[in-house]
């Protein structure tokens, strides 16, 4: 029988009924935002001595479940227990006090201090007058009892981030942990330094601890976990040993199956010349741990759709950025209507035909305190049409501003009142309305449904789905697999920086993108 790891309270935890009881359990956990359910009645269950892998897509409730265990949220309704005993931690300290602790994607380090500074720093037990030497013997002890090792006396600030993870984890065990949470834990590690951490979470699995390992990777739960639970849309759809199961099957329950195959766009539509190729493009950032973005190829047509695939943080974000002039790329060429753009600044791209919606809508694409008119003139203030002189002609700009409001069924809008007023949806129809009244002849779209209700999120689509129908080339960034097929012609997966598919949309179903989106190929 597994025992409880070691912990301040270890002694109070050892009674046989405790042993016996999971690590955590929690019965119709809910939580709703401003009326919104991101988790619905999940019932969980973590054993002492395993490793738990909880999967999903990017909003599938995942970290709401984490954050609520760990005392970041409160839950709307539902129950938990630790070691079976109530839990109901109203802080992230008392969560940690409980024994409950997370390892952030960004840690929660000092860099300035060393590794033995950082581990031993707030707890009670350490006299406050200890020597450098004296907290670095008691940081080896803490090392040695959980059998992990980084030298106590460097400074974090000198530390990879597979040792700073590492740091991390060594400062929750000393603090008395017994379940440890690990959100996304190999987001930002080598191969290497990620082997290193499933080696060291297996190893304290074996001692007793509880260990969750929140995941999108297939094959890390294949690689790491003992038992997998997978959430979809805030609710719990499996829950199963990882030696039961597949990746196929883990794909399709975790992206679901009831899309079926192909992308609902007509297969006989046809494309246009080439507007967009990139060839071999890459980002190499100094401060990253592989290429942001690794020799990345891809072409967009003339009235065509091509949606690129993939879970949050797999170079789409880099790639938009490159292709709209925001980051510089290390190597490779972007060719816009045949003419290398790779050096031309944000303003040349747009005037050779290029529009772009971002996906921070609030801080890249409106400027907050100016009208709505301001905001919709926005890249055409120098156009002959609405300028005297150095003067900007009024009357024509309201004009304008009036017939793009109307023709895209912007509500809301009022003479004079700022940009501010406006609800997401409407902010998200201006910001099209202002880049396809240019006419370019490629739009990038970064997650423009993102947030909306279910009618302005259609009517995002429709509108990109007619300007295709005249000849646009649009280039759809979106964590939503169902609109990617839904509406593109091409589509396109990337992976660690890299694109690791691209198929037609009709030839692919969901689950087989889920795949391709987890890294299996």
Not at 13 to 22: C, D
Request: glycine share 12%.
């Amino acid at each position: 029988m597994t025992q409880p790891p070691h912990s301040r309270a270890a002694g109070d935890q050892q009674a046989l009924g405790q042993v016996l009881e999971p690590a955590v359990r929690t019965r119709g956990l809910s939580k709703e935002f401003f009326g919104q359910s991101v988790l619905e009645d999940v019932d969980f269950d973590l054993r002492w001595g395993e490793i738990h892998a909880l999967l999903g897509e990017n909003g599938a409730g995942k970290s709401t479940l984490c954050s609520i265990l760990a005392g970041l949220y409160h839950p709307t309704r539902g129950e938990m227990m630790l070691a079976g005993a109530p839990y109901s931690p109203h802080s992230p300290h008392a969560a940690l006090e409980a024994g409950v602790g997370m390892v952030y994607q960004h840690f929660r380090l000092v860099e300035q201090m060393t590794v033995a500074e950082n581990i031993l720093l707030g707890n009670p037990d350490v006299p406050v007058r200890m020597t450098a030497s004296g907290l670095a013997d008691r940081a080896r002890e803490v090392m040695d009892r959980h059998g992990l090792w980084i030298e106590p006396t460097r400074y974090v600030a000198d530390l990879a981030v597979g040792e700073k993870q590492q740091a991390e984890i060594i400062r929750l065990l000393n603090r008395g942990v017994k379940v440890l949470i690990l959100d996304e834990p190999t987001a930002v590690l080598t191969p290497r330094e990620a082997e290193a951490l499933f080696a060291a979470l297996r190893n304290l699995a074996d001692q007793g601890q509880g260990v969750i390992l929140v995941t999108h990777k297939l094959r890390e739960v294949q690689q790491s976990a003992d038992t997998v639970t997978v959430l979809r849309a805030g609710k719990k759809v499996a829950h199963q040993g990882v030696e039961d199961t597949t990746t196929h099957d883990l794909a399709r329950l975790m992206i679901g199956d009831d899309l079926a195959p192909g992308s609902g766009v007509d297969a006989s539509h046809t494309t246009g010349g080439k507007l967009l190729e990139l060839r071999s493009v890459s980002v190499v950032s100094d401060a990253a741990t592989r290429p942001e973005l690794d020799g990345v190829s891809l072409t967009v047509r003339a009235g065509q759709i091509v949606g690129v695939a993939g879970v949050s943080g797999n170079g789409q974000r880099e790639l938009a950025e490159v292709i709209t002039g925001l980051r510089t790329t290390t190597s490779g060429t972007i060719r816009l209507r045949g003419e290398d753009i790779s050096s031309q600044t944000i303003g040349g791209r747009i005037n050779r035909g290029m529009g772009f919606v971002p996906e921070d809508r609030l801080t890249r694409g409106l400027v907050l305190g100016l009208e709505i008119e301001d905001n919709v003139l926005l890249r055409s203030q120098r156009d002959r049409e609405f300028r005297i002189g150095p003067f900007l002609r009024l009357s024509a700009i309201r004009q304008w501003a009036r017939r793009l409001i109307d023709r895209f069924d912007i509500r809301g809008v009022r003479k004079g009142l700022p940009i501010s007023v406006l609800s997401g949806g409407n902010l998200q129809r201006l910001i099209l309305a202002r880049e396809l009244s240019r006419q370019p002849a490629l739009l990038g779209a970064s997650e423009p449904t993102r947030g909306r209700d279910v009618g302005a999120a259609e009517a995002v689509r429709t509108t990109l789905k007619t300007d295709r129908g005249r000849g646009v080339g649009i280039l759809l960034f979106s964590g939503d697999l169902e609109e990617v097929l839904g509406i593109s012609d091409e589509v396109v997966v990337m992976y660690e920086g890299r694109i690791v598919a691209s198929r037609p949309a009709a030839e692919v179903d969901a689950a087989q993108v889920g795949r391709w989106m987890a890294g299996v190929t």
